[in-house]
């Protein structure tokens, strides 16, 4: 499969825990966006990279809210000290520059107790 | 205001019959339009761009307004399996081509 992938798919977490979650974008891409979606709601932006360089981060996104793509392959987001708010589906999607079609993972889904 | 808008629906029409969805953006700096699609608790896939000449794929037709920021989605002949949630796109392709902004998506229940 050379699609996009995530991982955990699911995580069920105690609030004020800390989780971090994995995308691996098809490999070509060099673009990468981390997106969270509520039930009823369209995906949010959290946050965006081209290769190795985090270029926006929402303003909505908290401090305790941090993303990496150290290689300029992989990604992480870390959620540190979660709350209820923070329940949702994560999603990572990627692209290739020059193109604007954005290809999906299947997201990882986060319950804060 | 929220930049990009969708009627949320719920749209429940027959097998067969023609369906229109309408989204509206509030940046007229847009670049790039597109409608995704997306099945319950999956993630969201790629129906088609949307060009401002307007776009034909099959059954599925998208227009572009740009005066009226506007952007439409015709299904045609509507089959079971189109039911499913569509999500308008809109990004700033020039100056920004990081960030795509989704409408909260129009729900269509096709039925038999």
């Known amino acids: 499969d050379t699609g996009v992938s995530q991982n955990p798919r699911h995580k069920i977490t105690k609030r004020g825990q800390n989780v971090t979650f994995r995308c691996d974008p098809i490999?070509?891409?060099?673009?990468l966006y981390w997106y969270r979606q509520t039930l009823g709601q369209g995906p949010e932006f959290l946050t965006y990279f081209q290769n190795e360089a985090q270029l926006e981060k929402s303003r909505l996104l908290s401090d305790r809210f941090s993303a990496e793509r150290p290689k300029g392959s992989f990604s992480t987001l870390e959620i540190q000290r979660t709350e209820q708010g923070d329940s949702a589906m994560y999603l990572c999607a990627s692209s290739l520059e020059g193109k604007e079609t954005q290809y999906f993972g299947p997201g990882t889904r986060l319950l804060v107790l | 205001r929220k930049e990009v808008e969708q009627d949320p629906g719920p749209f429940n029409v027959p097998e067969g019959a023609t369906v229109a969805f309408n989204c509206t953006y509030s940046?007229?700096?847009?670049?790039?339009f597109f409608w995704y699609r997306q099945d319950c608790r999956k993630e969201p896939k790629l129906l088609m761009s949307?060009?401002?000449s307007g776009n034909e794929d099959g059954r599925f037709t998208a227009q572009l307004n740009r005066a009226s920021q506007y952007i439409s989605l015709l299904i045609r002949d509507s089959k079971l399996s189109d039911s499913a949630t569509y999500l308008c796109v809109v990004g700033l392709r020039e100056t920004n081509a990081g960030k795509s902004t989704f409408g909260d998506g129009t729900t269509l229940t096709v039925k038999p």
């Open positions: 490999s070509e891409h060099n673009r």
């Open positions: 949307v060009y401002s």
């Open positions: 940046n007229s700096a847009s670049q790039s």
